[in-house]
């Protein structure tokens, strides 16, 4: 099925902005010039995070619920959020259409800004009439959602799918590490065991009952 390049261009912008606010790139200096380690967005887990949620529902399901796609909807979520954050006067920063030009007004606001409006979403201090579905009456799954992109954000940072490269959209059984993940080496994972043997203890015998 052919989607809508507007359609897929405001989904994409709508997570890579959820991506970078949750992991945004790390600036550090290293003797005299400034070194930057990438976030999330550089490392395209916006892509990660898509795929999963087209996954999460089958073709059939959807078509029960009358749900078309399910990562616009909860793009479309999100953008509930950034709108009630700014029609409270919460937001820290201005507005901006600058970094992400093909979103919604969750894409306008800043990288803090950004996670105060998930805050807001999970508080469930949105306007519930026009959510779309599944959202609509579903105020559980909303809370729900809102960790589920944190959490997948996160696993696709800090899991091998970074370094699986062109294979990453491949079926699972296909993809294969094509380097070392960016967030194996930023928190010293050295990788998986094949298993090599290693001191596991002693062996316990426990005597039976009734032998003394």
Do not use: C
């Amino acid at each position: 099925m052919t989607r809508h390049v507007s359609s897929d261009l405001y989904i994409t912008s709508t997570f890579q902005s959820l991506a970078q606010a949750v992991i945004p790139p790390a600036y550090y200096f290293q003797n005299i010039s400034i070194k930057v380690k990438p976030g999330a967005l550089e490392l395209r887990v916006y892509e990660y995070i898509l795929a999963i949620l087209d996954q999460s529902i089958s073709q059939k399901i959807k078509s029960q619920m009358n749900v078309t796609s399910m990562a616009k909807s909860t793009a479309q979520l999100l953008d509930s959020g950034a709108v009630a954050l700014i029609q409270s006067g919460e937001n820290v920063n201005l507005l901006t259409v600058s970094g992400f030009p093909y979103g919604g007004p969750f894409t306008y606001l800043s990288q803090i800004d950004r996670l105060k409006a998930i805050s807001k979403i999970d508080r469930l201090q949105i306007n519930k009439k026009h959510l779309s579905l599944p959202y609509k009456d579903n105020l559980g799954l909303i809370r729900n959602m809102m960790d589920v992109l944190n959490q997948l954000t996160l696993f696709g940072f800090y899991s091998e799918w970074t370094g699986y490269g062109s294979s990453a959209t491949l079926p699972p059984e296909k993809r294969r590490l094509e380097y070392v993940p960016v967030g194996w080496e930023q928190v010293h994972y050295p990788g998986p065991s094949y298993a090599y043997r290693d001191f596991r203890g002693f062996k316990a015998f426990m005597p039976k009952k009734g032998k003394k």
